[in-house]
T-cell receptor, first 113, second 117 residues
Framework: AQKITQTQPGMFVQEKEAVTLDCTYD???????LFWYKQPSSGEMIFLIY??????QNATEGRYSLNFQKARKSANLVISASQLGDSAMYFC??????????FGSGTKLNVKP | EPEVTQTPSHQVTQMGQEVILRCVPI?????FYWYRQILGQKVEFLVS????????KSEIFDDQFSVERPDGSNFTLKIRSTKLEDSAMYFC???????????????FGSGTRLTVV
């Protein structure tokens, strides 16, 4: 069963504008963690931001923020003031037990100058 | 910042050959993982390893795969007889503990791109 869904295979955004990458998840477990990773063309997985299921506030890390809507089971990534270097694949991931991660299919973001 | 190191970054192997992918987890981490990403697809969990034994494995992790921690620092993934469909990026990861914690504590390596020809 699909646990993480990313419905946007590709997105374009103008440099300096904000962009939202969508992620929905599926679990009945009350305890889980949600992550976003950036994967540039070189292939490595770069941790961006984390949201715990019990966190009351939305996570923020610099230009990244996570719009966590628990009732809707969504955890959208917002990148403010996009930069050319933000062009990459972005993966949403969930862990229920901090043992293994379930990844979405990814969104390829292209930032246009 | 501590890193998970994977070598080599790219490996080409003939179909049917054995290949060993190497990883050096973060030194104080106790839990180790391998993931696979076929080109253009999602990252998939293969196996987790703790206390010198496999704690969980996915259906992908069949008898062709094995993992080992041969010494105090390395963590390896062996594919006994590679197939064309084993071509993928393989990520190693390590974590300090198995509990939800903020962001850090679960770190991926930069991956080994395996090409089977």
């Amino acid at each position: 069963a699909q646990k993480i869904t990313q419905t946007q295979p590709g997105m374009f955004v103008q440099e300096k504008e904000a962009v939202t990458l969508d992620c929905t998840y599926d679990t009945s477990d009350p305890s889980y963690g949600l992550f976003w990773y950036k994967q540039p063309s070189s292939g490595e997985m770069i941790f961006l931001i984390y949201q715990g299921s019990y966190d009351q506030q939305n996570a923020t890390e610099g230009r990244y923020s996570l719009n966590f809507q628990k009732a809707r089971k969504s955890a959208n990534l917002v990148i403010s003031a996009s930069q050319l270097g933000d062009s990459a694949m972005y993966f949403c991931a969930m862990t229920l037990d901090f043992n293994k991660f379930y990844f979405g299919s990814g969104t390829k973001l292209n930032v246009k100058p | 910042e501590p890193e998970v190191t994977q070598t080599p970054s790219h490996q080409v192997t003939q179909m049917g050959q054995e290949v060993i992918l190497r990883c050096v987890p973060i030194s104080n981490h106790l839990y180790f993982y391998w993931y696979r990403q076929i080109l253009g697809q999602k990252v998939e969990f293969l196996v987790s390893f703790y206390n010198n034994e496999i704690s969980e494995k996915s259906e992908i992790f069949d008898d062709q795969f094995s993992v080992e921690r041969p010494d105090g620092s390395n963590f390896t993934l062996k594919i006994r007889s590679t197939k064309l469909e084993d071509s993928a990026m393989y990520f190693c990861a390590s974590s300090e503990a198995r509990r939800i914690r903020r962001g850090g504590g679960y770190t991926f390596g930069s991956g080994t791109r395996l090409t089977v020809v």
